[in-house]
T-cell receptor, first 113, second 112 residues
Framework: NAGVTQTPKFRVLKTGQSMTLLCAQDMNHEYMYWYRQDPGMGLRLIHY???????AKGEVPDGYNVSRLKKQNFLLGLESAAPSQTSVYFC????????????FGPGTRLTVL | GDSVTQMEGPVTLSEEAFLTINCTYTATGYPSLFWYVQYPGEGLQLLLK?????DKGSNKGFEATYRKETTSFHLEKGSVQVSDSAVYFC???????????FGTGTRLTVIP
């Protein structure tokens, strides 16, 4: 039982490049989330999903897209990376909504030069 | 809007010392309150939570009481261990809302 896993763990991009972050969970959770964590700030919600095939915007969605084609996977895409997107990205999942216990992955550290 | 304010760190304590990490919140109504902990190199994990006023959440020797009158949810532990070294996040969510608001985190280091 791996819980929530994220791929890759580290990545360096140049401005304008694109990439996809993969999140996978093996707990059969309906809800999945993408957060970013920046120095001196709390985690902020980028996008979330309430079930397979659904996505919704969070607090800071601009510059990101997401897809939830399979229940266990939640992908975060950056179409044209910018230095402001340098951050640590966390994926999380929960069984029964955002107020339910969220289980987090180990994070992806992304640097955009 | 809703927000959470945590005491600034870092906090350094000796083993077996008493720990308090302050958390106050701004929100209408009766949000649910949480403490999440992030150990080095890992993702966050739920430490404890409280869903209504005067509730006390507890886990692993940590406690926090939901104080509506002071809009606070301070984290306490009577005797910290080296293994408690981590970053602690206070968070809140309104009933039915779609955003969990996190504080900025407080880094705790416990030295032997």
């Amino acid at each position: 039982n791996a819980g929530v896993t994220q791929t890759p763990k580290f990545r360096v991009l140049k401005t304008g490049q694109s990439m996809t972050l993969l999140c996978a969970q093996d707990m059969n959770h309906e809800y999945m989330y993408w957060y970013r964590q920046d120095p001196g700030m709390g985690l902020r919600l980028i996008h979330y999903s309430v079930g397979e095939g659904t996505t919704a915007k969070g607090e800071v969605p601009d510059g990101y897209n997401v897809s939830r084609l399979k229940k266990q996977n939640f992908l975060l895409g950056l179409e044209s990376a910018a230095p402001s997107q340098t951050s640590v990205y966390f994926c999380a999942s929960s069984w029964n909504g955002m107020a339910d216990t969220q289980y987090f992955g180990p994070g992806t550290r992304l640097t955009v030069l | 809007g809703d927000s959470v304010t945590q005491m600034e760190g870092p906090v350094t304590l000796s083993e077996e010392a008493f720990l308090t990490i302050n958390c106050t919140y701004t929100a209408t109504g009766y949000p649910s309150l949480f403490w999440y902990v992030q150990y080095p190199g890992e993702g966050l994990q739920l430490l404890l939570k409280a869903t209504k006023a005067d509730d006390k959440g507890s886990n692993k020797g940590f406690e926090a009481t939901y104080r509506k009158e002071t809009t606070s949810f301070h984290l306490e532990k009577g005797s910290v261990q080296v293994s408690d070294s981590a970053v602690y996040f206070c968070a809140l969510i309104q009933t039915g809302a779609n955003n969990l608001f996190f504080g900025t985190g407080t880094r705790l280091t416990v030295i032997p």
